[in-house]
């Protein structure tokens, strides 16, 4: 049987924390306010309002913190605060550039100006479109044009005339002449006997005989001189035929000219901006240089007869005519939040849309500009996932420029195969970005990159835990009853919520501290109620929460009850009783989704004669990682500190983890390795029904670990399935005491004795429980007392020594 330890073995009232009903004054969540604020994150919360109120360039926002903790819940919330004091909003438009086609120009309004604008344009358009064509329909509009026609056409009448006058007596003629394609033109004819004759008729007429050939060459000569004068009166008709065009243009420019000034200074008056005035001039321009298919199309619409012909003309004419608003903030009271859940370049940054011809080119116009959530966001707030960007370069590149420079030029990020590329013009955007990552990627980005530090100023780090205060119980209990008024679920009475706020305690690892990552307590509440309606219950229990526990554990269990079942079979060779050298219990943690198990793993020293010091077995396979192997380089400094310090050690010794054929990290094994490796070197027999955790330092001092309350479930599990002897328990680090949070059936086994904590301090009194003799404690001089650990692990390693000289 083995001895007393020295250590004293923890009670039972020292392994958990029970929430006391007491602290829970009331019957039901029903009876309390349901909790909509924000709990736990000060920090978090100051640093996101800094960011949202300095409107100072740089101060985007980094949120990291684990899942759960509500970072985007808080953010929402910071904004909603940040909006109180309501920016500076813009409305964007791009209207079509009359100069340059391929630079839409950009037109900006105060926030809900762009939509005025936009109706007042458009229906500007409608009411020209129907006043232009109605002008051209007007009688006296008619009678000025046809005043016109007839004064030219009277002149170029005059011209014909006076030239057909100087011809007859000559023996020609003015006529007309029909073209192929039907036109007429105007030709000089012979007059022979009262009659115009073609060239032909007077071959035929030289034939008979009745004209000579002297006479023939004679009338051809005579025809090439008139001709020639012909020709010059062509030019002349044809230059007045333009002044006629130019005065009939003019009239008609005048005309409309004064219809659409008229029309459009409501526009001007309204929108007193010289783009504004540009656009309005160019579109006036346009209007009056194209009046013929304006009124063609117009008539065709107002007729209902718009053929297939005139639909590109029609397009063409309305292109130029809109306005493109991308922006509109009419409704918008406060600063934008917009949440990009699934950002693409497009989504982001904007794009261009293309239209494709019946040869597959692209083209594009200024109407197909759109904006992306950084330009809507502008004003306010863009809040994204930082992987979602990060994962992409030509995202995080872009968005980097744009903050950095606060420009934002909207293209596609694809412009192969296209005809035209528009360049529209770039817009001064002063969007807030937040970003929801990790802490680990802030500093490594904050290190790397320079520009990172210029734009990413404020660093909101959401804390996953914090000191469990009656405060922040009654905040629990107030979030139980929001989570039962917003999702329909039952009430918890005082034994559920009790029972919900121990495990957000145990989640955490440590009985002083609560998590915030209210998520996951909500999931857990959200499965009590579950079973609570599956056994009739209108209350949320103790029991019920009991029971979902227990059936997530089940769920998620299916490799630790193999393991469990190899460890009683004997396939996993693990020992819970008898001693042994070389060979300890240490304790492993291993995940499995949402749950996490502790395992007892067999730890085995060897040593012999040699100079290889301490091989870590692991690491000679490439089992082991940078921090398993730490604790094993550690190991050599404390052996030398204990017994070295008088002369040198000489040694070869092999530390493994048995049946281990994963990777194997940490250092919370380096405590169970030292005792294994003075056993072996010492010869002393280790306790098998003991398991120990904690990580050791070069001066013998033994440090916390994590997952201390799997570790020692493992470890339970074990000796309960092989049977509890009495004598069974865990040797733990005394600053993990306060971080126990144990399932019943373990503290009723330490109730009655019959399995045991012992929390330590040191190295010596881990040994001491462990091995049951004492260790002689430390010694400068490197002599210890007799029948102690210290004392024959040193001679042991004198003899080793002394062998290791004869091998050289």
Known sequence: MAKKPVVTALKPSELTWTCPHKLLPFKTTRELKPLHRIVGQDRAVEAVLLGARIRSQGYNIWASGVVGTGRMTTVRQCLDDAQQVK?????????????????????????????????????????????????????????????????????????????????????????????????????????????????????????????????????????????????????????????????????????????????????????????????????????????????????????????????????????????????????????????????????????????????????????????????????????????????????????????????????????????????????????????????????ALWEADEDFRKIFKVHAQFDDQTDRTQHMINNYAAFFAKMATEEDLLHCDTSGAAALIEWAVAYTDSQDKITLQFSTVADLMREAVHYAHQSGANLVSRTHVRTALEQRRWRSNSVDEQLREAITKGRLLIDVSGRRVGQINGLTVYQSGIMAYGKPSRITATVSAGNAGIINIEREVDLSGAIHNKGVLILSGLLRSIFSRAQPMSFTASIAFEQSYGGVDGDSASAAEIIALLSAIGNIPIRQDLAITGSINQKGDVQPIGGINEKVTGFFEVCQDRGLTGTQGVVLPYQNVRDLMLRDDIIEAVRKHQFFLYPVHSLDQAIEVMVDMPTGGTSISGQFPKDTVYAKVKQNLDVLHEASRHRQ
């Open 87 to 443: 920016p500076q909003l813009w409305d964007f438009a791009y209207v079509y550039n009359f100069v340059r086609t391929d630079q839409p120009v950009l037109l900006r309004f105060h926030a809900g100006e762009g939509r005025v604008f936009c109706r007042m344009v458009d229906d500007a358009v409608v009411v020209l479109s129907r006043r232009i064509t109605q002008l051209f329909e007007e009688e006296q509009f008619q009678a000025d044009r046809k005043n016109i026609i007839h004064r030219f056409q009277a002149q170029e009448q005059q011209l014909l005339s006076e030239f057909d006058q100087k011809l007859r007596p000559e023996g020609f003629v003015l006529g007309q002449i029909q073209n192929e394609d039907g036109s007429q033109r105007t030709e000089i004819f012979p007059f022979i006997d009262n009659k115009p004759l073609s060239f032909e008729e007077l071959d035929e007429l030289f034939q008979q005989n009745k004209i000579t050939a002297d006479e023939l060459a004679k009338i051809r000569d005579q025809y090439e001189q008139y001709r020639e004068q012909l020709n010059e009166i062509g030019s002349r008709s044809l230059r007045i035929m333009a002044s006629f065009r130019k005065e009939l243009g003019n009239h008609d420019r005048a005309a409309v000219g004064v219809l659409i000034k008229s029309i459009l200074d409501d526009v001007r008056q309204s929108f007193p901006r010289d783009r504004v005035a540009a656009f309005l001039d160019g579109m006036t321009e346009h209007i009056l240089n194209n009046l013929e298919d304006y009124v063609r199309v117009n008539s065709a619409r107002l007729a209902g007869q718009l053929d297939e012909g005139l639909e590109e003309t029609a397009r063409k004419l309305d292109l130029v005519q809109s306005v493109n608003l991308i922006v509109d903030n009419y409704d918008q009271k406060t600063a934008p939040v917009v949440v990009e859940t699934t950002p693409t370049y497009a989504s982001m940054f904007g794009t261009i849309e293309r239209r494709v011809d019946m040869r597959g080119n692209t083209f594009s116009e200024f109407n197909q500009i759109k904006a992306g959530s950084l330009l809507r966001a502008d004003g306010g707030f863009l809040v994204m996932n930082a992987m979602d960007v990060l994962t992409d370069a030509n995202l995080w590149n872009a968005l980097k420029k744009v903050l950095l420079y606060g420009r934002l030029e909207l293209q596609p990020i694809d412009t192969q195969f296209q005809l035209n590329t528009l360049k529209p013009e770039w817009v001064k955007v002063t969007t807030k970005v937040i970003l929801l990552g990790d802490a680990s990627i802030y500093l």
